[in-house]
């Protein structure tokens, strides 16, 4: 399987930024997917997931309300609406999809400064 992250990039505080992650080589829809971030000097954390079948979803407390998760499984395609952004969200973000095998991308970097 192969997870492909897009959409980072720099950001001024306050703004918007909607990265995605796009599949192949496995069956998407049956995965619980999420995303990670890691910010340099600190432990890879845990920011949003979303389950299979009924897209039940989970924020981590930093970023609920000002982020989205969301999935395309028409697209094999993750989302992750990010708004209000501040300066602590800037890390590399990655995407990881699980169910008996667990997969990673590459991650995407993004900057939240003025």
């Known amino acids: 399987g192969l997870l492909v992250e897009s959409g980072g990039g720099l950001v001024q505080p306050g703004g918007s930024l909607s990265p995605s992650c796009a599949a192949s080589?496995?069956?998407?829809?049956?995965?619980?997917l999420s995303w990670y971030r890691q910010a340099p000097g600190k432990a890879r954390e845990l920011v949003a997931s979303?389950?299979?079948?009924?897209?039940?979803?989970s924020y981590a407390d930093s970023v609920k309300g000002r982020f989205t998760i969301s999935r395309d499984n028409a697209k094999n395609t993750l989302y992750l609406q990010m708004n209000s952004l501040k300066p602590e969200d800037t890390a590399v973000y990655y995407c990881?999809?699980?169910?008996?095998?667990?997969?990673w991308g590459q991650g995407t970097q993004v900057t939240v400064s003025s």
């Open positions: 979303i389950t299979s079948t009924v897209r039940s979803t």
């Open positions: 990881n999809a699980r169910r008996i095998l667990n997969y």
């Open positions: 080589g496995f069956t998407f829809s049956n995965y619980s």
